[in-house]
């Protein structure tokens, strides 16, 4: 018996019928079509997510506002971390409102996203031990690495925003080069900001939580 007859064609030599052809590109149709309603699909999830999150990381927040209660605290230190809680608030607020409208850019969620918003949640989550770092001992040193959370939290929101761009956008070169230009110069900004309200915190760390509180106004009233 002859069993090179027997033998499986290779691969390479093997030629689909125009029927077989349309029915593979038929397949690939509907599942490009299944994984961008996916991906819309996971959007609307990430978004239902993100509002959970930083609803609960508020939440944490006010939880540890101490009660002047007899020994524990005094009423002016009771305000105090009032005016500390605010101005988390505040910042974890606008957070969330820059969070939305780079969702508001985004068609699609993919893995890379996906990736960055996760990081974004991540670091904002470390928001709360740093308010609470601030009530129980508002020094210089506790409100410096308040602020290199903010800046490591503004920085994974920078770059969920250039993807978000970029997804708007479309794949042009010209869109991407001039993400990324829009994207160094916001990282620029922020690093020197947080730069300066970090060395100012470690000489008057009262004027740097008022200043801390301004910039989620501003970024409120001038958004762009």
Known sequence: MNYKL??????????????????????????????????????????????????????????????????????GGFLRTLFVFFISFFIVANFWYQHHRSFGLIKRANRSILLINFLFLATLSIIPIMTKWIMQEPDSFAIANFGVV??????????????????????????????????????????????FLILLALKWPQVTMVLYLSMPIISFFFPN
Do not use: C
Request: net charge neutral; no cysteine.
């Open 6 to 75: 027997l033998k499986k064609p290779q691969s390479h030599n093997l030629v689909l019928t125009q029927e077989e052809q349309d029915k593979q590109d038929k397949f690939q149709q509907e599942y490009e079509k299944m994984q961008d309603k996916e991906e819309s699909r996971l959007k609307s999830h990430l978004e239902t997510f993100n509002d959970g999150v930083i609803a609960i990381i508020i939440t944490i927040m006010v939880l540890e506002i101490p009660l002047p209660l007899k020994g524990a605290i005094s009423y």
């Open 150 to 195: 903010y800046f490591i939290v503004s920085i994974t929101e920078l770059f969920l925003y250039r993807s978000a761009f970029m997804s708007f956008l479309g794949k042009s070169e010209r869109g991407f080069h001039f993400s990324n230009r829009i994207t160094m110069i916001r990282i620029w900004g922020q690093l020197l900001l947080n730069v």
